[in-house]
């Protein structure tokens, strides 16, 4: 599905697709509008889970309900990424 920016003196305009050449381009885009992309609190970026896990999360918010919230990027399609999520 397209999308499309408005502006109030100028028919809607289709955004063309936007590559990234890393995960990291679009972590730090998605971390500085948290907000108004998805209404979640920024809380971190690369947060550590601890020396049990061994692993780090990606970006790390809080809800409107007060819920956390996880975000993994990924670049590439992979089968295990739903099992990443998980553990």
Known sequence: MPLFELNENKPPSKLGKRVFNTEKELQQLVESHLD??????????EVSTGEKHGGR?????????????????KKEQARDIINQGLF
Do not use: A, M, R
């Open 57 to 73: 999360i990606d970006t790390l918010g809080i809800d409107e309900n007060g819920s956390p919230v996880i975000i993994e990027y």
């Open 36 to 45: 108004n992309f998805f209404k979640i609190q920024f809380v971190g970026s």
